[in-house]
């Protein structure tokens, strides 16, 4: 049997559109992780970018599990001294509805360009709406 190598110019990607309404933080990153590396096709390979685009909407909708709207915290860094800054899950959530899901899919993903790559093909939208109509997103339940 020979092993399956293909030509970026021979990938296909397919756009899926997730639903994030009432959806759990990581059970839906990882998902859409392995969806975006491609794990899901016969032929993936993990050097390569086989994977397919990835819309989400309702991203300001999503859930987690236990006391994590309070306890879970983000921290960030402003490079001067003293400048650590900690948020929690909900703080974050109301000025920034969409990080706590790129967070979480990011840190999913390979620490490389090819990551990087990877995560350009993923579109987090905090509404229902989203701007990809012409790339006939196939619904992903």
């Not at 110019?9 to 998902?31: E, F, S, V």
């Not at 090819?114 to 339940?141: C, D, M, N, W």
């Amino acid at each position: 049997m020979k092993t399956i190598f293909l030509k970026p110019k021979d990938i296909q990607p397919t756009w899926y559109l997730i639903d994030a309404k009432g959806k759990t933080l990581g059970r839906l990153a990882t998902q859409v992780a392995a969806i975006l590396r491609g794990k899901h096709k016969p032929y993936y390979v993990p050097h390569q970018a086989v994977g397919d685009y990835v819309i989400i909407v309702n991203a300001d909708k999503i859930v987690v599990s236990g006391n994590k709207e309070t306890k879970k915290l983000y921290y960030r860094h402003t490079g001067y001294p003293g400048g650590l800054k900690v948020a929690t899950f909900s703080q974050v959530m109301e000025k920034h509805p969409t990080y706590p899901l790129e967070k979480a899919i990011k840190g999913m993903l390979p620490k490389n360009r090819l990551g990087r790559a990877l995560f350009r093909r993923v579109k987090i939208y905090a509404g229902e709406t989203h701007p990809h109509a012409a790339q006939k997103p196939v619904v992903l339940s």
